[in-house]
Structures are given as C-alpha cells and as structure tokens.
T-cell receptor, first 113, second 113 residues
Framework: DAGITQSPRHKVTETGTPVTLRCHQT?????MYWYRQDPGHGLRLIHY???????DKGEVSDGYSVSRSKTEDFLLTLESATSSQTSVYFC????????????FGEGSRLTVL | GESVGLHLPTLSVQEGDNSIINCAYS??????FIWYKQESGKGPQFIID?????DKRQGQRVTVLLNKTVKHLSLQIAATQPGDSAVYFC????????????FGSGTRLLVRP
C-alpha cells in the first residue's frame, strides 16, 4: 500500500549460490535502502542509493552488492550466499533530506542452508 | 509479511495508561532522531521525527523528547491502546548527502487489556 514491493518474499537457497532480491517502488523516490534485520541487532544498513547509478555502502556491506539502473528498482545481490546471510531483508525508500521518514517494504526472508 | 523474533527489552503497560519508551543514541552530530513502529510480520512504520535543534515534538497521541546533554530520546504514547503493541525502534540520521538512518536495537511494547 506504500508503493514499495519486494521480491521474492521468501527464499531458501544453498551456501555458495547467488541470490538477488528486488525492490520496486512506484513513488519516484530518490533514496532507496537495503537493511537486514537479525535477532539482537535490530535493523542494519547494507547499502543505499541516492539516485540512479549512485550507491554507497552501509554498516554491513561485505558480501553484498547493489545496482540501481532506474529510479524504481534497487537490486541487492549476494554473489555467493553464506549461512551468516540468513536474515530478513527490508527495502526502504525516502523522498527528501529534511525528514527522517522512510517507507519500508514488507521484507524478504532469506534462508541459506 | 516478515518478522524477526528479537530478544528485546519489553515494556508491559495496561490499556489506557501512558507508555514511555527510551533510547540512548551515540552520534552527537546526528541531525534527526526518529521513531519507528514495527508490527509483527510487517516492515517498520514511521511514527514521528525531531530535529536536533528541538527538544520536544508532539504528534497524534505521541510525544518525542530529545535530551542532547545525555544523548537520550524518548517516545511517549498517551492512552496506550492494544493496537500500539509492537516493537519500537529509535533511529538517528546525519542529513548530509548520504541520508543514512542508523537504527537502535528496539523495545517491545505489550499492552495488557
């Protein structure tokens, strides 16, 4: 309902396989983010984007890459998934710099066996 | 939706009472402080934010207090309702060009009927 969707919502994969999570927004927001959420750690920023082809690293970027080739899509890729990347991943979007308001997707649960 | 079984500090309140959720932040250079609510199975939802040059801001049934001297943020919820049961996160942001939000670990609010 907030104009941001994530896919897939659930995925089980094996160690060493590549995984791509997609975040799609229909609000034309400039800023997009990928967070992971784990017990005891809350939400931790993986990567973020401040425009098409403009991305930067967050707190826990090792093992992840992102791409943003158009405003509406922000892809998170695990080149070779590890069990430590089992988590719930949230995408978010933000409109402007003068507010702390982000709109979050519903999350993608990834299990790496 | 997705949720994470977080081992969180828990605040239990009686329906109708006021709730106070506290947060300590780390970066004295942060420009914004924000509160988010996360219901089970959903992504975080923005509640209210406050600029670093303010010490109080009120919303609908919520008030955020900022004490920069001791780096403390609180969220007060008036007349707590069952629908307020959720995990509450504080976040801080430094609004340079990167516009990153860094989240705290969260507090679970349980409302007793």
């Amino acid at each position: 309902d907030a104009g941001i969707t994530q896919s897939p919502r659930h995925k089980v994969t094996e160690t060493g396989t590549p995984v791509t999570l997609r975040c799609h927004q229909t609000e034309n927001h400039r800023y997009m983010y990928w967070y992971r959420q784990d017990p005891g750690h809350g939400l931790r920023l993986i990567h973020y984007s401040y425009g098409v082809k403009d991305t930067d690293k967050g707190e826990v970027s090792d093992g992840y890459s992102v791409s943003r080739s158009k405003t509406e899509d922000f892809l998170l890729t695990l080149e070779s998934a590890t069990s430590s990347q089992t988590s719930v991943y949230f995408c978010a979007m933000g409109l402007a710099l003068n507010t702390g308001e982000l709109f979050f997707g519903e999350g993608s649960r990834l299990t790496v066996l | 939706g997705e949720s994470v079984g977080l081992h969180l500090p828990t605040l239990s309140v009686q329906e109708g009472d006021n709730s106070i959720i506290n947060c300590a932040y780390s970066n004295s250079a942060s420009d914004y402080f924000i509160w988010y609510k996360q219901e089970s199975g959903k992504g975080p939802q923005f509640i209210i934010d406050i600029r670093s040059n303010m010490d109080k801001r009120q919303g609908q049934r919520v008030t955020v207090l900022l004490n920069k001297t001791v780096k403390h943020l609180s969220l007060q919820i008036a007349a707590t309702q069952p629908g307020d049961s959720a995990v509450y996160f504080c976040a801080e942001a430094h609004m340079d060009s990167s516009y990153k939000l860094i989240f705290g670990s969260g507090t679970r609010l349980l409302v007793r009927p």
